[in-house]
Each structure stands twice: as C-alpha cells, then as structure tokens.
C-alpha cells in the first residue's frame, strides 16, 4: 500500500513537475482572461479599449508568479487605433487563485506608430494646450517604444517607469519659418530624467546632430541640456533671406558657408517658458560675403568694393541670461587682398561692449579729413574700444591708428547714435600726412572747455571745408557748446604757407561758432588778425585784416602772381544772409586769365602784356557783396589803378553759372573825363591828360570752367563810374 502512495505520489509529483516545466518553458495561449485584462484597461481610461487576441500565460514558479503575453494587440481609441507588437505583464498566483485578478506591471513594446495617432491618444487620456500645439507642429513621423509601468492596488501608474525607444522622419513645421525634417533620435525616459541620443535633424536646410540631450526634471522645471554640431552648409541670400526672416531683418549677407558645435542647456516650465539660458558656440566661418550699405567704408578704404568678403574666421559665443559674449578672429579680404581682424563683444540686456583690432598691411587707408594716408603694403593696425546702447550714443573709450612713427590716438570719444561728436576727452596727432607735413597735435578736456596745443598743424582742408560750406554749423558735433582754446607753433593754410604762433580762442553755441579770436604771423613777420563776434541781434560780425593777403588770395586758381597789399574783410551774418565788404589795397597781380582775355578783346594789349609781365598795379580794390546759400551777389566791385580800372556787378552761383558785367576804362580815358569836368577837372587832374583810348563795356556768362566774354566799346562814361573814381580820388 505504501509502495503504491509512493508510487502514485512520484507520478503526480513528476506530472506536476512536467507541468510546471511546460506552464515555465512552453506556457498555454487561452481568451479566458482577456475580457478581465480589457476592463482593467478600461478603469485606467474608459475612452481606451484593448483588443487582445490568444494571450499566452506562462508560470514563473520561483516568484510564485504567471507571466502573461499577448502579441499583436490593438489599441482603440475612437476611430483610431494603434497597433501593438507585445504586452507583457505579470499577476501573482495567489491573486489567481483567490480570483483577486489584478494587473500589477506591464510592458508595451510597439510597432512603428504615427506620432498623429499617438498624440492623439496622449489627448484622449488628458487633453492640454500643449498637446494641441504639439499635434499642429508635427507633419509627420514614427515611433517605436518600449514601455514599462508598474501599477499600485487602486490601478494607478507608479512613478518608476521606463520608456525607451526611437523615431525617425519626423517633420515640423513652427510659425511657418522654421522647418525641421528627418529628425531621428533615440530616447530613454526615466523619472523626471530624459535622455535623448543620437540625434539628427535637418533644420532650414541646416543639418544637426547631437549625441546625447538630457533632460532633468525638478519640481516644474524641466533642465535640457546637451551638444548640438553643425554640419558644413553653404547659404546664398535668398536662402538666408528665409533662414532669418524672424532673427535678421533687413540682413545684408549675401552668402555665408560655416559649421560649429554648440552646448546648450536651459530650464523650461510647463508653459514652455525658457528660462537660465546658455549657449557655448564654436562657429567655424569658411566665408562670409555682406553688403556694405550701412557705413561708407569705401571713404577710408578707397579699394573697398560692395560687397565685403571675411575669410576663415572663429567666433567663440558664450550666452547666459541677459549676457552674449562674442570672439572671433580672420581674414578681411579686400579687392583679392586679405587682412586680419580680431574682435570681442559683449552685450548685456541692450548695452554693448566692444574691442577690435584690426591689422591693414595689403590694404590703402585713408582719413581724409586728417589728410593721412597709409599706402599699401605697409603695416598699420587700429584698435577701436567702446560700448553703445541701442537707439542711444556710442561711447568710444579708444580708437588708436600705428603706422611705423605715425599715432592718431582718440580717448572717450561720445557720438549720437547719427555719428556726431557731442563730447572728446582727448586726442593726440604725430604723424606724417599725405602732403609730407608734420602734425602734432594734442587736445585736452578742461571740465566743458577744450585746449588744443601743438608744434605744427595742416589745416588745409578745415579751411577749404569752411570756405566750400554754405553753413557756418560744424556737421560733426551734436549740440557742441564748449570754448577752445589754441595755441600752435606752425599751421598750414595751404601745401606751402603757414603761419607761426597761433593763438586765441574758439566759442561754440549749438554747434556754430558763436565768438572767435585768432591771431598769428606769417614766416616775413606780417601778421593776419580774424574775429567773430554775435551781438545782441544775433548778428556774426566777422572781421579779418592782414599785411600779407597773398597767401590768402594764392588759393584762388583764377588769379596767380598777387603781390603785396594789405586786406580788409568784414561781414555781418544773420538769419542764413550775410553782407560783406572786402578792401585791398596797394597790391598787384601778374595773371588773370579771365581779365587778360577781356583786356585782349577790349584792344587793350599793352595793358594786357603788362598783366603778364611785371603785373598790373591797383591802387584800390572794393567789393560789397552778400552771400545766401550757394549764391554770391556783387553788388558793386571796384578797383582802380594807374593803368587800369574796373567797375563791376553780378552773382555767382556756386560750381554752375558765372554772370557778370561792367566797365573797364584805361587810366588816360579816366583822367580826360574828369578833366573835361569844369573848374573839378583843373583841379583834380589838370589839363594835360594825354590822347587814352574808348573804355569798353563788358558782359562774362558762363560756367566757372566754361564761360564767354563779349566786350562793346563806349564814348562816355557812365554818372556812376566817374561818381565812384571821384570819391577814391577825394578819399586818396
């Protein structure tokens, strides 16, 4: 009896071994439970619905547990559906055996699925802004995944889940100007950790790639951080053009070829705002092609073309908060020849510093308004330090130029945001310039006053800009109010004349010189005296004499061989109309072109060969004019001399039209007019006035490089003639 218990008990025990080998390796495929694994589907969601085909049950005999899969499942979810490769979950025997069914863990692993439909099913089980934005983003997509979740006994999610997986060819679309397409990447997703790794998208025609992206949650806040590299592109304009239509308005790059690598990491909240952004960037530049049409560069550097060309340049970007950080450094390629540029800025909010130096060896420079010219192929560097606020001034802390003994050295300079000087601290000239002269120069700030000393100045061109200038408004300053003082050993007035020693005073009011007092000597010990005054009817009295107006006059193409004489000039300036008188007397001149061809018409060749021989002497020269603009009126012009005199009247407008006339009378024609005047001619002239000749009346019309000259002989002279040769005669 006990043999067969034994017996009978090792065959049960063997089939329940066998069993459980077979329950533990083959396991049985059954539709008994699938109706009670749907509806605990269902309490989780009920808008989800679980269609299960044969589910494979399986025993795990050391965890006291059955392992159930089911292959091929759907998801239902409305209309739509998702299909599934397995679910696998595991249920405790003692929960089967006391029909206490409950799923405890489940595993999903899914076929390639439309992210369309998956957002759609994230929607069904909790709606929100963001998937709704989300669904609009995306175009198109799959997914793969495998997800882990484990349940508490009332049927909810625990928090130790794992989703791993990966998508490929998604597409994006945000606001119509970014476009993302074939973004793959792999993905890990932990509590509150993300990982995302081997990335690669396609972004504007911009390939990305990254090798890992992790994000962190705390609290509300999601922290992304990871590195993006950028593979080489090339862009022309309109490709650009779209690239930044929401970053660069109004860009002038033209083409641009570069790649880089770039780490970022950020906080983002739930309302996808960015927060604690920063971004570390090696930007590798091949070529950048821009549009010069900001800045007329092409002034200081003459072979400057349109576009401008910079050549392997690396740009180091580091960005946090409300701070950017720029270095970079290359080539500057201008007409075929390259130069270097190395530059720093930082922007802080809307505040900009900035550091640059720039290296032109290849290059021509020019500084026209300092006449300085730095010829090609010889070194030359410029430093320009400063910070600006956008719609504000532009603080320049230094702007420096070496050039072998050359230095043009510029300290806290501040210009409106339109390039005008509205304060100087310093500045310090030695240099060369283009003429050969020597300019050394120092000025100093003294509270809102300025003092400018040196050994020698050329101010050629500020001359000839004041005298070529319709406006008496220095252009460069701002709303300058400040008094300068000078004092200067040497300054040029041209390529060859200057004058020693000089000194006085300059004071500005909104920008125009408001009072003025110069005083200085030329190499022969003559002197030349200026002044301006504004009185109480806002009047500019200018007043200028010297013994020496030749070097005055030698500016003037028109007239060359002035000898002698000494020069009156005074005008009252208001309201944009200025009248003026100018007297010089005692002088002559050698040749005039335009006087000699009025003599040659008038007949008046021996007076002509003298004009080109020893010269013509006058005695007096009076002009009273008024000028407006452009346009110069004389109304009367009168010189006489002991061969010749002039009476004239007319305008000039300036660099287009000449329209003059008048009279011209020889000397001897002079004397037998006044001489026939009874009684006055006795006295003034006598009675022997020699034979003379007719006077002439003459017309000149014409441009100033292209005018004509008609001439009518006269008989008698004009009332207003003889009245204007009596009262210089009475005067003498």
């Known amino acids: 009896m006990i043999k067969k218990l034994i017996k009978i008990f090792s065959i049960v025990l063997l089939l329940a071994i066998l069993i459980i080998f077979y329950l533990?390796?083959?396991?049985?495929?059954?539709?008994?439970?699938?109706?009670?694994?749907?509806?605990?589907?269902?309490?989780?969601?009920?808008?989800?619905?679980?269609?299960?085909?044969?589910?494979?049950?399986?025993?795990?005999?050391?965890?006291?547990?059955?392992?159930?899969?089911?292959?091929?499942?759907?998801?239902?979810?409305?209309?739509?559906?998702?299909?599934?490769?397995?679910?696998?979950?595991?249920?405790?025997?003692?929960?089967?055996?006391?029909?206490?069914?409950?799923?405890?863990?489940?595993?999903?692993?899914?076929?390639?699925?439309?992210?369309?439909?998956?957002?759609?099913?994230?929607?069904?089980?909790?709606?929100?802004?963001?998937?709704?934005?989300?669904?609009?983003?995306?175009?198109?997509?799959?997914?793969?995944?495998?997800?882990?979740?484990?349940?508490?006994?009332?049927?909810?999610?625990?928090?130790?889940?794992?989703?791993?997986?990966?998508?490929?060819?998604?597409?994006?679309?945000?606001?119509?100007?970014?476009?993302?397409?074939?973004?793959?990447?792999?993905?890990?997703?932990?509590?509150?950790?993300?990982?995302?790794?081997?990335?690669?998208?396609?972004?504007?025609?911009?390939?990305?790639?990254?090798?890992?992206?992790?994000?962190?949650?705390?609290?509300?806040?999601?922290?992304?951080?990871?590195?993006?590299?950028?593979?080489?592109?090339?862009?022309?304009?309109?490709?650009?053009?779209?690239?930044?239509?929401?970053?660069?308005?109004?860009?002038?790059?033209?083409?641009?070829?570069?790649?880089?690598?770039?780490?970022?990491?950020?906080?983002?909240?739930?309302?996808?705002?960015?927060?604690?952004?920063?971004?570390?960037?090696?930007?590798?530049?091949?070529?950048?092609?821009?549009?010069?049409?900001?800045?007329?560069?092409?002034?200081?550097?003459?072979?400057?073309?349109?576009?401008?060309?910079?050549?392997?340049?690396?740009?180091i970007i580091n960005y946090n908060k409300d701070r950017m950080d720029i270095k970079g450094e290359g080539k500057i390629l201008i007409k075929d020849k390259h130069d270097s540029i190395n530059y720093e800025v930082i922007k802080k909010n809307d505040k900009f510093t900035f550091n640059t130096k720039t290296n032109f060896k290849n290059s021509k420079l020019l500084i026209d308004f300092l006449s300085y010219e730095k010829k090609e192929n010889m070194d030359a560097s410029i430093i320009v330090k400063g910070k600006f606020k956008i719609d504000n001034s532009i603080n320049l802390d230094l702007i420096s130029l070496i050039e072998k003994n050359n230095t043009i050295l510029f300290k806290n300079l501040i210009l409106s945001k339109d390039f005008r000087l509205i304060s100087l601290d310093s500045f310090n000239f030695n240099y060369l310039n283009s003429k050969k002269i020597k300019n050394e120069l120092l000025l100093k700030k003294n509270n809102q006053n300025y003092t400018i000393e040196g050994k020698s100045l050329d101010a050629t061109k500020l001359i000839n800009k004041i005298i070529d200038s319709d406006n008496d408004s220095i252009s460069l300053f701002n709303n300058f109010n400040s008094k300068i003082n000078l004092k200067i050993n040497k300054t040029y007035i041209d390529n060859l004349n200057f004058v020693n020693n000089l000194s006085g005073s300059l004071n500005f009011k909104n920008n125009k010189i408001y009072d003025l007092d110069l005083k200085s000597t030329f190499p022969n010990n003559k002197t030349i005296n200026l002044s301006i005054k504004t009185n109480d009817k806002k009047e500019k009295i200018t007043k200028l004499s010297t013994d020496y107006p030749k070097a005055l006059i030698k500016r003037y193409d028109f007239i060359k061989g002035f000898e002698e004489g000494f020069l009156i000039y005074h005008s009252v300036k208001k309201d944009d109309i200025s009248k003026g008188l100018l007297i010089i007397d005692n002088f002559k001149i050698k040749e005039v072109p335009a006087f000699a061809k009025l003599l040659s018409l008038a007949s008046l060749q021996g007076i002509a060969d003298l004009l080109t021989g020893e010269g013509l002497r006058f005695t007096d020269f009076e002009m009273k004019f008024s000028n407006k603009k452009k346009l110069t009126t004389i109304h009367e012009m009168y010189a006489i001399g002991p061969a010749v005199s002039i009476l004239m009247d007319g305008y000039i407008e300036s660099k287009k039209l000449i329209s003059l006339k008048g009279t011209l009378v020889p000397a001897t024609t002079i004397n037998r007019s006044i001489a026939s005047i009874p009684i006055l001619g006795n006295i003034l002239i006598g009675k022997k006035t020699g034979e003379g000749v007719f006077g002439v009346s003459f017309k000149i019309k014409g441009t100033p490089k292209d005018f004509e000259t008609t001439v009518n002989p006269i008989k008698t002279l004009t009332p207003r003639f003889i009245t204007r040769t009596l009262e210089k005669i009475n005067n003498n």
């Open 24 to 315: 533990s390796l083959v396991g049985v495929k059954t539709k008994k439970f699938n109706e009670r694994i749907t509806n605990k589907i269902s309490k989780i969601n009920q808008k989800i619905k679980l269609d299960l085909r044969l589910v494979k049950f399986s025993l795990d005999p050391f965890n006291f547990r059955i392992n159930i899969i089911t292959e091929n499942p759907t998801v239902l979810f409305g209309t739509n559906k998702i299909e599934i490769k397995e679910i696998k979950t595991k249920i405790s025997l003692k929960s089967l055996i006391f029909n206490e069914f409950s799923v405890n863990n489940l595993e999903i692993s899914t076929k390639s699925i439309k992210l369309e439909d998956l957002i759609l099913l994230a929607r069904s089980y909790k709606n929100s802004t963001k998937l709704f934005l989300l669904d609009r983003l995306i175009n198109d997509g799959l997914l793969t995944t495998n997800i882990k979740l484990e349940f508490d006994k009332k049927g909810k999610i625990k928090k130790n889940y794992q989703i791993t997986g990966f998508i490929k060819e998604v597409k994006l679309n945000i606001l119509n100007q970014i476009n993302i397409n074939n973004l793959s990447l792999r993905f890990n997703i932990q509590k509150n950790k993300y990982s995302l790794i081997k990335i690669k998208s396609n972004i504007n025609g911009i390939k990305l790639s990254s090798q890992s992206i992790k994000v962190n949650k705390k609290k509300d806040q999601f922290f992304i951080v990871g590195k993006i590299l950028t593979d080489k592109k090339e862009f022309d304009r309109e490709q650009i053009r779209v690239l930044t239509t929401s970053f660069l308005k109004n860009s002038n790059i033209e083409k641009v070829k570069f790649y880089s690598e770039n780490n970022i990491s950020f906080n983002v909240n739930k309302q996808l705002k960015i927060n604690d952004l920063n971004i570390q960037s090696k930007i590798n530049i091949d070529q950048l092609v821009v549009k010069n049409n900001l800045i007329n560069l092409k002034t200081y550097l003459p072979n400057l073309e349109k576009l401008i060309n910079f050549e392997n340049h690396k740009i």
